[in-house]
């Protein structure tokens, strides 16, 4: 094998609660996380040096290869397993907006180190790729397997959740960034400090309709929306027009922002929705997707 190609999917999270900090300033989350049928898509061939191409309406966008993301997965799977030589010709196509709290640089270094481990026929136990993935950022050990599943502690723990109905999506992004590092000052949290409010349980069996899915998110938060919102007023602004969609059942933002998403039961109401919101904000970037 060559050449291989894999697919990095959007990270919805449906909740995401800061349930603390700890000693060393790393603050600690739960969230549910579900993945979306868009994303970008990350190629590797066999090289003799790392290297780093990219295109697609967000290639203009990326970090220099220097300081991306997807280099330091391959750099650090290279360097953590012998079996894996220290080259390979990577190449993103980036569909979605760059730092828009929907884990695409996060999604594309988990990518990239599965890809590398097929193009060399290596495996790797899940706890040493955990470990590698842990280092590259939060956001990426949840990525690895890019299913419905519950986050927590500074990310490292991914543990499986239950089964999502038929549930679409529609996110959107008024293309503005959000400044993450003070979103997550701006809640005041000292050092050490642990929160004692939890998420709701989760059903011990699937959710059965979107309904039922909807009914259990409106009864959690994403603790980082409201910081977000005050340094990003755009937020609002796609709250509003999400909610003003036909059948649309809730909103909420994903991850720091400003991605936000509106929930549909039904595929043709998400399509309608993305097509009267594009049509309203022709600056946003907006996609209608299936969530699982």
């Known amino acids: ?71 330091a997965a391959a750099q650090s799977l290279a360097h953590g397993v012998s079996e894996v030589p220290p080259g390979a010709e990577i190449h993103i196509e980036k569909n979605l907006p760059v730092a828009s709290g929907i884990g695409g ?15 060399h026929d290596v495996s790797v136990s899940d706890a040493g790729l955990n470990q590698i993935a842990v280092f590259l950022g939060a956001d990426v050990p949840v990525c690895l397997h890019s299913q419905v599943s519950v986050m927590s502690g500074i990310g490292q723990i991914v543990e499986p959740a239950p089964r999502l109905p038929e549930i679409y999506a529609v996110l959107v992004n008024p293309q503005v960034a959000v400044p993450t590092g003070p979103v997550f000052s701006s809640l005041g949290l000292l050092q050490g400090k642990v929160v004692a409010e939890a998420a709701p349980a989760l059903p011990k069996a699937a959710f059965h309709t979107a309904e039922d899915l909807v009914g259990y998110l409106q009864g959690c938060r994403n603790d980082l929306e409201p910081a977000a919102a005050s340094f990003v007023y755009e937020i609002g602004d796609v709250q509003t027009a999400l909610f003003s969609t036909q059948d649309c059942l809730m909103t909420r933002m994903s991850g720091s922002g400003a991605t936000c998403f509106g929930l549909y039961a039904r595929e043709d109401a998400a399509q309608e929705a993305a097509a009267r919101i594009q049509s309203d904000h022709r600056a946003w970037w907006v996609v209608p997707a299936r969530l699982g």
């Open 1 to 71: 094998m060559t050449t291989v190609t894999e697919f990095a999917p959007a990270k919805i999270n449906l909740t995401l609660h800061v349930t603390g900090r700890r000693e060393d300033g790393y603050h600690l989350l739960e969230s549910l996380v579900a993945f979306a049928d868009v994303g970008d898509q990350i190629t590797v061939r066999k090289g003799p040096v790392f290297s780093l191409t990219a295109s697609g309406p967000f290639a203009a966008d990326l970090p220099a290869a220097g300081d991306n993301i997807v280099m």
């Open 105 to 119: 640089g996060s999604a594309n270094a988990a990518a990239c180190l599965r890809a590398l481990l097929k193009l």
